[in-house]
């Protein structure tokens, strides 16, 4: 599913449930983050026109969650407040060739992976968590960062240059490699951890 090369250990979600103030602050980094990394890249490539407006089109519907946690946070009597960058998106990225256009693919790829990798794990709190709210929360979030997922796959597929076994082949590669930093990554209480 979702072409990622390792399942989260379902005792993932009983570890974070103890600390779902610090994982409702982080997710809510992690929104902004993901907001900030498609706005990035349309400014990075904003020639290319195939790619402006769905990433433009996602950027805002990440805002658009980072506004929902915001609110969850406030109703806890929480703020979002700074965090430090994921040593995970860091570590996944550091794969991306130099290139181009493999740095676009690549580029686009691992954004791919990171969204599935949240869908995944919304997936285990939108059936782990014990307050049926938050379970409903992701429920709802889950299905949109899944079409997130799709998007990239879709806009790698419209670089031209490589066909789909050498498309399916580089998001194989680097599954795995985030397979890798994710089991690397310290058990602290991140949404990619
Ligand atoms: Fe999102
Ligand atoms: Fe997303």
Known sequence: VLALASKTDPAWVERVATRL???LVDHAHCEKKAASTALALVFRYPD???????LSRLAREELKHFEQVVEVLRA??????????????GALLSAVRTHEPARLLDTLLCCA???ARSCERMQLLARGLPDPGLRAFYGELLASEARHHATYVELARGIPGHGEAALRRRLAELAAHEARVLARAPADVRMHN
């Open 48 to 54: 290319h026109a195939w790619l402006v407006l769905p």
């Open 21 to 23: 103030d610090e994982l």
């Open 76 to 89: 806890r009597g929480l703020e979002p407040r700074r965090q430090a960058p994921s040593p995970y998106a």
């Open 113 to 115: 992976l990171i969204e």
